[in-house]
């Protein structure tokens, strides 16, 4: 049997201007101007700046080195993107049978779905940190500078929502993902 050869891996991000980034360890923190992310990367990839560079290498790596070398790399990627750019998710608010009605608390951080197929008590969200949400009818949209944040908020409320045991035909009550970063649903 032929013997694997392990290699290295090694990749520069560059960081555009106006972000700030710190390296502790396997910690990295990017900020502009109010906007913080913080991640901590696996301790299989050295990460280290060097001027306007991440650089991020793996030494001979098996097929666990090179996925946690690719994800780490992503992770910085998406970290800069959204501080650049920022996320938004759009759902929309499906109505069939009864008239359900979903609102967001500020203080709270929380979204109230109330009466989904005329259930008495209200179902609730609890929304990440570092979101904007604006809701219009049938349309919300979260918008956030934090990728994960943005996405999961959007995921747990098309989640809370899905009917179960029932006929998907008759019953298509619920709030569906419509859009999201790089993908638009028909």
Do not use: W
């Amino acid at each position: 049997m032929a013997k694997k050869i392990r290699k290295d891996f090694a990749a520069e991000v560059m960081i555009p201007a106006g972000i700030e980034v710190e390296i502790h360890g396997n910690t990295i923190k990017m900020k502009k101007g109010a906007h913080e992310l913080k991640r901590i990367v696996t301790e299989h990839v050295e990460m280290k700046k060097d001027g306007d560079k991440i650089i991020l290498q793996t030494k001979k790596a098996k097929r666990m080195g090179k996925r946690n070398y690719g994800s780490a790399k992503s992770h910085i990627k998406n970290m800069i993107e959204g501080l650049e750019n920022g996320y938004e998710y759009e759902l929309e608010i499906c109505i069939v049978h009864f008239p359900m009605t979903v609102t967001f608390d500020k203080v709270k951080h929380e979204f109230i779905i109330k009466n989904l197929l005329g259930e008495k008590s209200p179902r609730i969200v609890y929304a990440k940190k570092n979101i904007e949400v604006e809701i219009k009818a049938p349309k919300i949209k979260i918008k956030s500078y934090d990728l994960e944040a943005a996405g999961q908020t959007a995921a747990d409320l098309e989640k809370v929502t899905k009917i179960r045991n029932r006929d998907r035909n008759k019953f298509q009550d619920g709030i569906f993902i419509t859009k999201k970063p790089g993908v638009e649903f028909i």
